[in-house]
């Protein structure tokens, strides 16, 4: 698989599909291959998709030290310039739509449609993780136990509609073992999510935006989604009912019905 350097980085990705270039940015402890194929395979009949390992995820390069928000998005404008990419449609969810946030603040110019899922925004009104189901994916994480990690993460991100089907787990689990996920990083990502503000600056966007949320999110409550449409000049909310945090793996053909029209709409 391709890398490409940025600084002292090397950040893995991905190219595929034809047309415009559509950057998609993933969150905590997540890989490019948390997309889904049934979502990305979609995405690819319109798009050329770009997916990535940030920083010391995945099979992109170890890091020491601690980083924010706002050093991810710099990698991430980076990588648009290391593929010779003007500007790019950008979905992030999660973390990465933190970092999409200060992508399209810092560098207006390099995003040509913004969709932000299941994100945060940080300031008064928004919320994290409730602290009961923090302390118990925590506890997982310590635990060493990789299979109770990966039953702790799926109850929290997938909603209990979805988790009913059994099934359902053993293509989620395969995902999350596929690839390299350090605790230590995930530790570093955790702070930087915790420090994340842009909500007085999101009236500064004039992207055409999308903002995607399930109402049933235990990672990051609807209750953000709703304060970040809220926020940005014009931005269209879309609500996926009873679906959890990982909504483009719950309903992969809806989420990428609707980025696929949002970014069209924007040509």
């Known amino acids: 698989m391709p890398t490409v350097g940025i600084g002292e980085l090397e950040l893995n990705y991905e190219r595929g599909g034809a047309g415009e270039p559509l950057l998609l940015i993933q969150g905590m402890s997540a890989n490019h291959l ?14 050329e998709v770009i997916v990535f390992d940030n920083r010391g995820m995945g099979l992109s390069s170890p890091v020491e030290g601690r980083f924010s928000i706002t050093d991810m998005s710099a990698d991430t404008a980076r990588l648009l310039e290391a593929l010779e990419l003007e500007s790019a449609h950008v979905m992030g969810i999660s973390m990465g739509g933190m970092i999409a946030q200060e992508l399209v603040l810092a560098h207006p110019e390099r995003v040509r449609s913004l969709t932000l899922g299941c994100t945060y925004c940080g300031g008064p009104g928004s919320a994290l993780m409730d602290p009961s189901d ?13 299979d109770r990690v990966f039953r702790e993460t799926y109850k929290l ?17 395969a995902m999350a073992a596929a690839l390299p996920a ?10 930087a999510i915790a420090a994340h503000d842009t909500q007085e600056r999101l009236p500064q966007i004039a992207a055409p935006t999308l903002v995607i949320h399930g109402t049933v999110d235990r990672m990051l409550g609807v209750v ?16 996926f009912e009873d679906v959890g945090h990982l909504f483009w793996w719950e309903q992969p053909e809806r989420a990428a019905e609707l980025v696929r ?3 069209l709409a924007a040509v």
């Open 34 to 47: 948390a997309w889904g194929e049934p979502f990305r395979s979609r995405l690819e009949e319109d798009f």
């Open 224 to 239: 953000n989604g709703k304060l970040i449409a809220s926020l940005i000049p014009g931005a269209h909310l879309e609500l």
């Open 134 to 146: 923090f302390r118990g994916l925590v506890e997982a994480m310590q635990s060493g136990d990789r």
């Open 157 to 173: 991100n997938l909603s209990p509609g979805f988790r009913a089907e059994e099934a359902n787990y053993e293509p989620f689990a």
């Open 261 to 263: 029209g949002h970014a």
């Open 182 to 191: 350090p605790a230590e990083t995930i530790g570093i990502q955790l702070q």
